[in-house]
């Protein structure tokens, strides 16, 4: 069983992420739109340099969701990062020290809002 699962379609919510790429105080806002394995292996060697990434799910069907949940989930445990659900479909995936200081819980409080 996969984080994603077979469900009722909901409305999108278009305020959640645009579909480019925004580095923003070294965060990487993405609208997922593919789960080929040089796309992601780009996007973890951008976290792997110290950039969190804050990942939209919307575009993804189902088993894409879940190979890239999949392959994001292995690399932050063996780095020993956390991933973090900001929304429905969106999450963050980070390295344990951008927690360290508190602003990055702060500031997810602000962009859920």
Same mark, same amino acid.
């Given at each position: 069983m996969g984080l994603f699962s077979v469900g009722k379609k909901k409305?999108?919510?278009?305020s959640v992420i645009e579909n480019k790429t925004? +580095?923003?105080d070294q965060i990487i806002f993405e +609208?997922?739109?593919?789960?080929?394995?040089?796309y992601l292996t780009?996007?973890?060697d +951008?976290?792997?340099?110290?950039?969190?990434?804050?990942?939209?799910?919307?575009?993804?069907?189902?088993?894409?969701a879940n190979k890239v949940i999949a392959f994001l989930s292995g690399v932050i445990y063996a780095i020993e990062g956390e991933i973090v659900?900001?929304?429905?479909?969106?999450?963050?995936?980070a390295t344990k020290d951008v927690y360290d200081d508190g602003s990055m819980?702060?500031?997810?409080?602000e962009i859920v809002e």
């Open positions: 409305k999108k919510d278009s925004v +580095k923003s +609208k997922l739109l593919s789960d080929e394995d040089k780009g996007l973890t +951008k976290m792997l340099a110290g950039n969190p990434l804050i990942l939209s799910f919307e575009t993804l069907d189902i088993d894409q659900n900001v929304k429905e479909r969106v999450f963050m995936f819980d702060e500031f997810l409080k």
